[in-house]
């Protein structure tokens, strides 16, 4: 399954951005999807993961207190609302999918797409 991953762009810090994620040619369904972000010359970090209609499963320490993942199944849409950004929150975004249970591992997720670049710089 592809997932698609939006909403990035060029943001001052202190502003906000909305990431959706969404399935190309299925429901969300059993899906827990998965935010992981990527900066240049950095590892790959797990940010936040949620499934079905459950709590998020967790989020990465840096991000806790100003992202949000949230899920409209009606929309058939994840979304990573992300206030407060800060120039290290800048990478490229992207969403990862697995049949119901979350993960921190990038492996475990089988179901993947392009990223969305966020830029925060003043």
């Known amino acids: 399954v592809q997932l698609q991953a939006s909403g990035g762009g060029l943001v001052q810090p202190g502003d906000s951005l909305r990431l959706s994620c969404a399935p190309s040619?299925?429901?969300?369904?059993?899906?827990?999807i998965a935010w992981f972000r990527q900066a240049p010359g950095k590892g790959r970090q797990a940010v936040s993961c949620k499934h079905s209609s459950a709590d998020p499963i967790y989020y990465l320490d840096s991000v806790k207190g100003r992202f949000t993942i949230s899920r409209d199944n009606a929309k058939n849409t994840v979304y990573l609302q992300m206030d407060s950004l800060k120039p290290e929150d800048t990478a490229v975004y992207y969403c990862?999918?697995?049949?119901?249970?979350?993960?921190?591992?990038?492996?475990?997720?089988?179901?993947r797409g392009q990223g969305t670049q966020v830029t925060v710089s003043s």
């Open positions: 040619g299925r429901a969300l369904g059993n899906l827990a």
């Open positions: 990862v999918g697995r049949p119901f249970l979350c993960s921190s591992s990038w492996t475990a997720f089988n179901s």
